[in-house]
């Protein structure tokens, strides 16, 4: 089997599970910043520096110095160094920061747009009044303002699990129990027929991101295409957002769903792959499943 194959099958389904949770977790993995803890394995015949050193030196006696080692004795240099040091660190990190607030901006400014018209959209369809349509654009403005911080924190490695989860973007939950307080009649009526629409919108969205890393098995064939869509079209109608976690999931139990979820997956296929080809499946989703223990922030 092409050894490429199994990336493109972990980052067809990255992209897909579980309603946009795990392409954050993706985007954490690859952006993670510099202050991860993050063991970096050494190669296989190489012994970690640290461990090395102590080796050699285990056995022999200290060394007497007969340098000079008062702090103000030949330490000019030595200072001069670790202040320039220090400034690029600090030049450094103000040119991070300064890129993170522009990128910041650039997506606020984007998703002000979105909150605007999306409240002018519904509004019109729902009838809303003027107060209604000001706090409908509250709500959705709350809701942006969530997910983008929740989903800076990841990019930059200081998310917690409760970021992780603020970070879904497809999660509606909270807006639509406001909703339902907020209208009556027809327009919670009409309110309910758009929920609907836009959940059916998120189940196959994410159903196609999921086949992405099924097409990639070699010699699938458009019957097991169908099959396989009917498949994950209902495993993330089972996976709505709002519903598989709250403000007080554990790490473990956060890790538990995901796995249930990519167990799921590999069932599915069971009855629609040949051997070889749940096989390669496979492949990707294990290959995800162990990306992801280093990819959710410990608590």
Known sequence: MNESRPSKLIFGFVI??????????????????????????????????AVSDKKNNSNKPPK???????????????KSSKDSEDDDKDKEDDESKAAWEALKALGDAKAEEEVKQQTEELASRLKLTPAQKETLQGLLSDKVARN?????KFLTGK????????????????????????????QLEEYEAYAEEREVERIEGKAKED????????GITEEQMREAWDA???????????????????RDEFIGVLDDALDDRVESMRSILTEEQLGAYQIGIEGFRKLI???VPKE
């Open 232 to 250: 994950l079209i209902e495993i993330n109608a089972k996976e709505k957002p709002g519903t598989l976690f709250n403000e007080n999931t554990t």
């Open 293 to 295: 223990s280093g990819m």
């Open 64 to 78: 007497l110095s007969l340098v000079d080692t008062r702090p103000d004795k030949g330490s000019s240099s030595s």
């Open 211 to 218: 086949l992405g890393g099924i097409e990639q098995i070699p």
């Open 148 to 152: 983008s911080t929740a989903g800076l």
């Open 16 to 49: 897909g599970t579980l309603a946009g949770v795990v392409a954050i977790l993706f985007a954490q993995y690859v952006f993670k910043g510099d202050d991860s803890k993050e063991v970096v394995k050494a190669p296989v015949n190489q012994e970690p520096q």
């Open 159 to 186: 998310a917690t699990v409760a970021d992780m989860i603020a970070s879904d973007e497809k999660d509606y939950s909270k807006i639509d129990e406001e909703m339902r307080e907020l209208l009556s009649g027809e």
